[in-house]
């Protein structure tokens, strides 16, 4: 079973930047996507920038720019580097984790607050 603990979230000026961080542990493919969702309220949840172990990264429109993902080399945390956040960037932030081959395997993270407020 992989769990996935989240930290870095918080209140954070416009402008300002914050860093998310998501590690997975238990029995962890290294053939993986690992990446970053968000969901305000009453809107859906959307993708914000996903990380494949094999090193390609994709950004929602939205954040291109301003965003950065990385991954750490044991492909089992995954970090987003925030700048120039907006008070639009406001949302409940989760990790997930995929598996990209057998055994198929898909897990959330409980989910970080970040608020943008002056």
């Known amino acids: 079973q992989v769990q996935l603990v989240e930290s870095g979230g918080g209140l954070v000026q416009p402008g300002g930047s914050l860093r998310l961080s998501c590690t997975a542990s238990?029995?962890?493919?290294?053939?993986?996507?690992m990446g970053w969702y968000r969901q305000a309220p009453g809107k859906e949840r959307e993708m914000v920038a996903v990380?494949?172990?094999?090193?390609?990264?994709n950004y929602a429109d939205s954040v291109k720019g301003r965003f950065t993902i990385s991954r750490d080399r044991g492909w089992n945390t995954v970090y987003l580097q925030m700048n120039s956040l907006e008070p639009e960037d406001t949302a409940v932030y989760y990790c997930n984790f995929r598996t990209l081959s057998s055994p198929w395997d898909d897990h959330w993270g409980q989910g970080t607050q970040v608020t943008v407020s002056s």
């Open positions: 990380a494949f172990s094999g090193g390609p990264k």
């Open positions: 238990g029995s962890i493919s290294n053939n993986n996507v």
